[in-house]
């Protein structure tokens, strides 16, 4: 089986870094695939908020968006005092094209963790979908010009999550997929709100939703994870982590195709006592032939065979994990790069698997400091931001190799993002376009 994965995992890299070759654009938040790896080249390792700065955008207020980039236009989400905006930047010299206002009441979470322009807008190059945590999504022209506009609080049921809706929707085709898993925070309150949800992305119609049932209590029933799609030859279906477990759901009509729930204790997989905090913040890392799972706070890593996924109820099935590892991002979604799992710890430390067997590496400090950005691979090295500003660069390897570190000195949650050979990193104050001299 793991055999067989290796094959997977080789004509992944082959063909998604043969189809990248020539790709310019991040449409939504970990790329083009959804695994934070891009295929460009010559890129900076060093730089100041002077040095090998192209060009520096004032942004109106603060967020942990992750801007995306079709050709030269460049699309983010911000606060803007009390109004929550979409906001498009030209990728050229960083001029602001246009500002749009998609709703107000902002809320700010506990310092340092966000407000709510917190999920990542997504873009196919002739439309932009933006989604806040009030609940409010919208959809524009790559002009500017509004298109549709709804509040999942009126369609879906209103949001009851401590933190605000950080979910970022994922683009896939024709369909817009949202996940929205919370509910009332009370250990005397049985009520639980899990939705899937597909929505047309022209028009915002819903195509359908489901409800998505757990046993999870308390805060275990908030998740603040996105969805992915996976996909490997004719197998495809949608990837939702929340409330204690993680299930796969058809595309076609949302049914629910398989779950894994051994992710809170006591498990064989986590044998601790189950914590009523156990809320998923880092989203699965979803790769042919496997996903990578963290969990929560002190909870485990599970990586789960697709093919052993697929016969249904999996949570009493031992062979559907390849592995487990008894430590967990708590915010950073992993990254897989020639075989190694990277994961970034909140505290700065940077844990590296096999990815064939989940055997530890290293585990070893880069920066001390709160980390909540996740790594991105591109042009041989591994890029990373701490929250206070320090950004990282990493020889990917079985050696931690801190190739540099570099100062922008504004607060950062969001990831960096890669296109046409410049990495864009955006503060709580600006957007940077990092390039090395032409």
């Not at 994870?225 to 996909?231: K, L, N, Q, T």
């Not at 729930?261 to 601790?272: S, Y």
């Not at 001390?368 to 701490?386: D, E, N």
Request: hydrophobic share 35%; charged share 20%.
């Amino acid at each position: 089986m793991m055999r067989c994965f290796f094959v997977y995992l080789f004509l992944f890299s082959f063909f998604s870094l043969t189809s990248l070759a020539s790709a310019e654009s991040w449409p939504q938040w970990r790329g083009s695939r959804g695994d934070g790896v891009s295929s460009e080249k010559n890129l900076p390792v060093k730089w100041s908020k002077t040095e090998n700065v192209r060009w520096r955008c004032e942004l109106p207020g603060q967020a942990g968006a992750t801007p995306v980039i079709w050709n030269d236009r460049i699309f983010l989400t911000s606060a803007d005092g009390d109004d929550l905006v979409v906001i498009c930047i030209s990728a050229s010299d960083g001029r602001k094209l246009w500002q749009k206002k998609v709703g107000s009441g902002n809320q700010d979470a506990r310092a340092g963790e966000g407000n709510s322009a917190s999920p990542s807008p997504s873009t196919d190059g002739e439309y932009v979908w933006c989604f806040f945590g009030t609940g409010i999504l919208a959809c524009f022209t790559v002009d500017g010009e509004e298109v549709w506009k709804v509040d999942v609080n009126q369609r879906f049921g209103k949001l009851d999550i401590q933190f605000g809706m950080t979910s970022t929707p994922v683009l896939d085709g024709d369909a817009l997929y949202l996940q929205l898993i919370h509910g009332p925070m009370k250990f005397d309150d049985a009520t639980r709100v899990g939705k899937v949800i597909k929505l047309d992305k022209k028009s915002g119609k819903t195509l359908w939703e489901i409800d998505r049932k757990t046993e999870a209590a308390f805060e275990c029933k908030h998740s603040y994870a996105s969805p992915f799609v996976y996909r490997e030859g004719n197998r495809e279906f949608l990837v939702i982590h929340g409330a204690d477990c993680i299930t796969g759901h058809d595309l076609k009509n949302g049914k629910e195709l398989w779950r894994f729930g051994q992710l809170n204790g006591p498990t064989k997989v986590n044998p601790k006592d189950n914590d009523p905090t156990f809320r998923f913040v880092a989203s699965p890392l979803v790769v042919p032939g496997m996903i990578i799972v963290p969990t929560a706070k002190e909870g485990p890593v599970v990586a789960l065979r697709v093919n052993d996924l697929l016969s249904g109820d999996c949570s009493a099935k031992q062979e559907v994990i390849a592995w487990s590892s008894p430590r967990t991002p708590d915010v950073s979604i992993p990254l897989l790069v020639d075989g190694l799992v990277y994961m970034l710890h909140k505290d700065g430390r940077l844990q590296c698997l096999d990815a064939k067997t989940g055997n530890e590496i290293y585990f070893a400090r880069t920066y001390t400091g709160q980390h909540r950005s996740s790594p991105v691979y591109a042009g041989g090295h591994i890029y990373f931001q701490s929250s206070d500003g320090h950004c990282t660069v990493v020889k990917p390897g079985s050696t931690l190799e801190v190739v540099s570190t570099n100062e922008l000195d504004e607060p950062v949650t969001a990831s960096a993002v890669v296109a046409d050979g410049v990495l864009y990193i955006r503060s709580y104050k600006a957007l940077y376009a990092i390039a090395n001299p032409k």
